[in-house]
């Protein structure tokens, strides 16, 4: 799966600095913060926790390392963010088409069809992009 986020300038630079120190390239050392920052989100979830009371890597401050553990965890919420509002947009994409083949109608069963219909809608366009 491909994520594309923003990071500030600081964070810009903590992560220039510890591909430097460690000889990584930029991408890689992200990859490595993202990696470090997911498994002190799910710490004893099946994850591997990082452990905050550990010195940084050489070249890399502390409060650089807070800031990329920050980072990570604005970008996941973000991330979760954007899926749910992505899937609210899908399921009223879908509402709409169901309404759209229902035609004109009133009624309690006309709407729990349209409903019905929608939620087909919804699961298969979702199956669909999770096989991708």
Do not use: N
């Not at 609210?88 to 349209?114: F, N, S």
């Not at 929608?118 to 366009?125: G, N, S």
Request: proline share 4%; glycine share 10%; net charge negative.
């Amino acid at each position: 799966m491909m994520l594309t986020a923003r990071v500030t300038d600081s964070q810009a630079a903590a992560l220039k600095s510890y591909a430097a120190d460690v000889g990584l390239p930029l991408y890689q050392a992200t990859v490595r913060a993202l990696e470090l920052g997911i498994a002190a989100l799910v710490g004893g979830r099946g994850a591997e926790p990082v452990r905050h009371d550990t010195a940084p890597p050489a070249g890399v401050s502390t409060g650089e390392m807070e800031a990329l553990r920050e980072a990570v965890e604005r970008l996941t919420v973000r991330a979760e963010l954007t899926d749910r509002l992505t899937q609210q947009t899908l399921y009223a994409a879908g509402a709409a088409y169901a309404a759209a083949l229902a035609g004109p109608g009133q009624g309690d069963e006309h709407m729990a069809g349209i409903t019905r219909d929608a939620e087909r809608i919804f699961d298969r366009q979702l199956a669909k992009a999770r096989e991708r």
